[in-house]
Nanobody, 115 residues
Framework: QVRLVESGGGKVLTGGSLRLSCVAS????????LGWYRQAPGKQRELVAT???????NYADSVKGRFTISRDNAKSTVYLQMNSLLPEDTAVYYC?????????WGQGTQVTVSP
């Protein structure tokens, strides 16, 4: 089992920045991919960014050039630096861990961007 705890959400104005963190505990050695997903009201959960153990990254087109995902394997932590935030980035952001023991989700952290 893997437990994920997110932090760093909040409220910002358009153009602002936030940094999300997610700390994994438990069977962290089994994790291959860490990622961030988001879900806005009335919409399906969508991929934001993922990063593999080796550092390969993947981003949604809507966040490319604005968001950066990074990972500290020694600390079992994944980060999401979000710059140039837009109102359409408003959502609950979820941390995800995927590996040979399964697929796990954090509880989510709210990000609200005001015009």
């Amino acid at each position: 089992q893997v437990r994920l705890v997110e932090s760093g959400g909040g409220k910002v104005l358009t153009g602002g920045s936030l940094r999300l963190s997610c700390v994994a505990s438990g069977s962290t050695g089994s994790i291959y991919t860490l990622g961030w997903y988001r879900q806005a009201p009335g919409k399906q959960r969508e991929l934001v960014a993922t990063i593999t153990r080796g550092g390969n990254t993947n981003y949604a087109d809507s966040v490319k050039g604005r968001f950066t995902i990074s990972r500290d394997n020694a600390k079992s932590t994944v980060y999401l630096q979000m710059n140039s935030l837009l109102p359409e980035d408003t959502a609950v952001y979820y941390c995800n861990a995927n590996g040979w023991t399964g697929n796990f989700w954090g509880q989510g952290t709210q990000v609200t961007v005001s015009p």
